[in-house]
């Protein structure tokens, strides 16, 4: 009886906080859409707000808007907190959307003899530091949270490994329980750089 309650809850819960999960967004994007003065309808909201950020960025594509967000960006930069908050808001979208990824290297960092720690590498320039060529930025983020810590280490100190992004991530988030099983145990696929 434990076991079966136990697989039920293996089901249950991660399909349970996924579709609430879907449900919150989903409840509150058609209200952020409640005071256009539009039909609404069920799912009216993600449509409409789905429509605007397409249309605004078709018309972003045209040489006039991009003269004019320029414009706005010179603008927004005369403000040191607006201009700290929009910086940061647009590079953290074109990390994930745009040409340099977030988190598009795996690597594991030797913490103590015999101690590795998986990480994902994030900047390979941090010359704003003042550590020179030898350093890199590497985000080691923590297990079952959505947190993590960055740290600048010296490049010669981390092991690039060929491990899909998406699988060391699920396996850093879950503390090592989603872990995908090895499929042929004499692969080992880490190159070491110096």
Request: positive net charge; proline residues 5%; charged residues 20%.
């Amino acid at each position: 009886m434990k076991r079966i309650l136990f697989s039920g809850l293996m089901v249950t819960v991660p399909l349970g906080i996924t579709l609430y999960t879907i449900y919150l967004i989903y409840t509150w994007l058609n209200s952020i859409s409640s005071w256009l003065p539009l039909p609404m309808f069920p799912g009216s909201g993600i449509l409409y707000i789905f429509l605007f950020i397409a249309v605004v960025g078709y018309i972003s594509q045209w040489w006039v808007a991009k003269k004019g967000l320029a414009w706005i960006e010179k603008v927004i930069g005369k403000f040191p907190i607006i201009k700290t908050l929009y910086k940061m808001t647009k590079e953290t979208l074109s990390s994930f959307g745009g040409e340099k990824k977030a988190f598009s290297q795996v690597v594991l960092y030797q913490e103590h003899p015999d101690v590795m720690r998986i990480g994902f590498l994030t900047a390979e320039d941090v010359h704003q530091f003042e550590l020179g060529d030898d350093y890199v930025a590497v985000y080691f983020p923590h297990g079952l949270q959505v947190s993590g810590e960055l740290r600048l280490i010296p490049r010669n100190l981390i092991t690039y490994v060929q491990t899909p992004v998406e699988d060391a991530l699920q396996f850093c988030l879950s503390a090592g329980v989603a872990s995908s099983k090895k499929e042929n145990p004499m692969e080992f696929r880490a190159t070491k750089e110096v």
